[in-house]
């Protein structure tokens, strides 16, 4: 069965400095993809950045960015000048297809980041 | 686009009593999703349709537990009966068919359910 892993169940990290939250994933599957979400106190659930199995660059969208390894099974995600308002839980996802054309999506237990003024 | 709409927001009910949640996907999306969050487990896949047709229900946790997806503009997770045990953020997702295996879920604002 797939299994996503987020061993830091809370991190801290100054106001503008970078963060990286981990990541790692166990799936025999070649073809997957590999998502974060945030959810801040409010609690939606916010996509941030996706990383598919065969994209051979790490993904980034704005102030974040997914360090891919591939070998090691970890989608590691980087907060780059951290700002107050990234204060939230975040959450690494894996799909999978399921047949029918459509995907699954499993969720990690994620990781509570507080960033400190 | 409006998103995700998912009622209500919060519901409070007794032990026995039926609940019914609702969700609205986004418009021109095929795949729908149903969520639990709570502390302990985090988020389950509780059930997912892909074009109105239940795909895998296997993470429904009783025969207590229904969905329903009657139209591509509308589904229901239904609780009948209610026991304290089920008190979590239900959310709904959607998302559109994949391009190249990429596809984007959207969530809904979640319902927050409170079984006394």
């Known amino acids: 069965a797939q299994k996503i892993t987020q061993t830091q169940p809370g991190m801290f990290v100054q106001e503008k400095e970078a963060v990286t939250l981990d990541c790692t994933y166990d799936?025999?599957?070649?073809?997957?993809?590999l998502f974060w979400y945030k959810q801040p106190s409010s609690g939606e659930m916010i996509f941030l950045i996706y990383?598919?199995?065969?994209?051979?660059q790490n993904a980034t969208e704005g102030r974040y960015s997914l360090n891919f390894q591939k070998a090691r099974k970890s989608a590691n995600l980087v907060i780059s000048a951290s700002q107050l308002g990234d204060s939230a839980m975040y959450f690494c996802?894996?799909?999978?297809?399921?047949?029918?054309?459509?995907?699954?999506?499993?969720f990690g237990k994620g990781t509570k980041l507080s960033v400190i003024p | 686009d409006a998103g995700v709409i998912q009622s209500p927001r919060h519901e409070v009910t007794e032990m026995g009593q039926e609940v019914t949640l609702r969700c609205k996907p986004i418009?021109?999306?095929?795949?729908l999703f149903w969520y639990r969050q709570t502390m302990m487990r985090g988020l389950e896949l509780l059930i997912y349709?892909?074009?109105?047709?239940?795909?895998?229900d296997s993470g429904m946790p009783e025969d207590r537990f229904s969905a329903k997806m009657p139209n591509a503009s509308f589904s229901t997770l239904k609780i009948q009966p209610s026991e304290p045990r089920d008190s979590a953020v239900y959310f709904c997702?959607?998302?559109?068919?994949?391009?190249?295996?990429?596809?984007?879920?959207?969530f809904g604002s979640g319902t927050q359910l409170s079984v006394l």
């Open positions: 997702a959607s998302s559109e068919p994949p391009r190249q295996g990429k596809f984007k879920l959207f």
């Open positions: 349709f892909n074009n109105n047709v239940p795909i895998d």
């Open positions: 799936t025999s599957d070649q073809s997957y993809g």
């Open positions: 996802a894996m799909s999978l297809p399921s047949g029918a054309g459509s995907y699954q999506l499993t």
């Open positions: 418009s021109g999306h095929n795949s």
């Open positions: 990383q598919g199995s065969y994209d051979e």
